[in-house]
């Protein structure tokens, strides 16, 4: 938003028996379609009677064709004398749609309306995302799994509704599965975040395999500290702050609690909204591996016992209100997309993060959601009598998508993704999530967020055509009209560029 001041005209010194305009800014000059508008206006009580502090200011736009379009009225807040001048301050929403409008400000005093200087003229433009649906739209919605579970769905069947033809079915969960807690290394040796501590560590006491010196007292840490030659030391950090016990690790660091509190450690990626003290630490059960991935980096994986995961899961991904049968459905999912990707190779099975599932291992574990795991251990959903992909998300919008428009690609068309039988969009009145806004972008800022994404269409982003919709609405691929160039994208790159929550979207505005 380009936050150039305008200078208004002054009222003309001979008009009389009105609201006379001193002096007048207005930022920005050209504010983007539902921007914010900040008007300063000296003002002078040319009346012969006193303005009471109750009497209303209107500010009302108005379109191309005089036509009101939006309109807000609010006191005038003082009492001002006639021939006395007052500071008025005003902030107001510019309309949501693109083109020439004016500003209108007026005084109601007296049973009259003093109009203050003279219509305000802008042009808008830019653009505004509005929608619903948080998510890819595929499979499970938790709102609405809360919706049905409030009006007295069983979790049988609020699965059986979004997975469709599928069987729930019993599988051996009594494995291991390994979690990685950061989305790739992670460098011990950067610049730690003031709000995670003053370094990397793991709190006492713990169990290293292989190095039985660097298991120490409650009141001290394990810590990680960049050696001369560019790898990664372990250190035993006493309460005084001194350091014993280094150790240099080429291999995976296996680390075991030593108590019942599992694993703390601030070996995050990135914080809740929770910054309270503490808060920077969480706790893990089974064991923390440390996997050297080069350097001073590594991978923090967390191996435990499948249910046991899922604890961490499920109230990680539904809050534990949400009623008893939709946390027996989200366990399930989430046990059942969990099974599906455990193969054993590599470092890790799953992330625990929006990659694949959200995990908070101890730390928010609570009775409700432990339950609800307890109540459907080894449960699982399956096709054909094969474990499903048990896609979920947080809201569906009010319908969900085919598999076939979920993770789709654009090259001049649509490249549909694969066709599963048991993802098929449904109708979902239950889902009352809120409806979302994003933006507004003005026409450079938009174009800006293009280069951002190596899309260079020019200076200015002239327009938005969507091409083509699913289903459900959700939008497929988008024509991107720069002032220079155009180009077509999907509305799954769409949505990543603009930070949009769903594709199902509707998109005013234009440059």
């Known amino acids: 938003m380009a936050l150039l001041g305008w200078i208004l005209p002054a009222t003309p010194a001979s008009a009389a028996a009105t609201a006379t305009l001193v002096t007048g800014t207005v930022i920005p000059h050209n504010p983007p379609m539902d921007g914010v508008v900040r008007l300063d ?3 002078r009580n040319d009346t012969a009677n006193a303005w009471a502090a109750r009497d209303l200011v209107h500010l009302t736009w108005k379109g191309g064709d005089v036509k009101p379009v939006t309109a807000d009225a609010r006191p005038l807040g003082q009492a001002v004398a006639s021939n006395a001048t007052m500071t008025l301050t005003l902030v107001t929403l510019a309309p949501t749609a693109v083109g020439d409008f004016t500003l209108t400000v007026e005084l109601e005093t007296g049973g009259s309306r003093l109009q203050i200087g003279d219509p305000t003229p802008f042009h808008l433009s ?27 769905d069983d979790y049988k069947k609020i699965l059986a ?10 599988r051996d969960t009594s494995g291991m599965v390994r979690i990685a807690l950061t989305h790739g290394p992670i460098d011990l040796a950067r610049p730690w975040p003031r709000v995670f501590g003053p370094m990397p560590f793991v709190a006492e006491p713990v169990i290293v395999d292989g190095y039985p010196l660097l ?43 030593a108590g019942a509190a599992g694993i703390r450690t601030n070996i995050l990626q990135t914080m809740g909204g929770d910054f309270r003290t503490g808060a920077e630490q969480w706790r893990y059960s089974g064991e923390l591996r440390l996997i050297p991935k080069g350097g001073t980096n590594v991978l923090p994986v967390n191996v435990l016992p499948i249910e046991d995961y899922l604890k961490g899961v499920v109230p990680a991904e539904m809050p534990p209100y949400w009623g008893v049968e939709a946390l027996k459905a989200q366990a399930i999912a989430a046990r059942t997309y969990a099974m599906h990707k455990i193969s054993g190779g590599g470092d890790f099975d799953l992330e625990g993060n929006q990659f694949d599932q959200a995990y908070s291992g101890l730390t928010e574990q609570v009775k409700a959601s432990s339950d609800a795991v307890d109540a459907t251990k080894g449960q699982v959903l399956t096709y054909n009598g094969q474990l499903l992909s048990a896609l979920y998300m947080a809201s569906g919008g009010g319908h969900t998508e085919n598999s076939e428009y979920g993770f789709i690609h654009w090259n001049h068309g649509l490249k549909p993704a694969v066709n599963l039988p048991y993802l098929r969009g449904i109708a979902d009145p239950l889902d009352r999530a809120p409806s979302w806004q994003v933006g507004p972008f003005s026409a450079t800022d938009a174009a800006q967020i293009l280069r951002n994404n190596d899309e260079d269409l020019g200076d200015r982003l002239v327009g938005i055509d969507i091409l083509q919709k699913g289903p459900s609405g959700r939008v497929l ?15 799954p790159v769409l949505r990543a560029w603009f930070g949009l929550p769903d594709t199902l979207v509707e998109i005013v505005g234009g440059g």
Request: charged share 20%.
């Open 41 to 43: 206006l000296k003002v």
């Open 126 to 152: 830019g653009f505004l995302f509005k929608g619903r649906g948080n998510g890819h739209g595929l499979g499970m919605s938790q709102w609405g799994a809360r919706g049905r579970a409030g009006a007295g």
């Open 161 to 170: 509704a979004y997975y469709q033809n599928s069987r729930i079915d019993s």
């Open 215 to 257: 298991s120490g007292a409650s009141s001290e840490l394990l810590g990680f500290e960049a050696s001369p030659g560019g790898h990664m030391d372990a250190f035993v950090q006493s309460s005084d702050g001194t350091h014993r016990a280094s150790v240099a690790f080429s291999r995976p660091l296996v680390i075991h609690s």
């Open 477 to 491: 691929g988008v024509r991107l009209r720069g002032s220079s160039k155009t180009d077509e994208i999907s509305g």
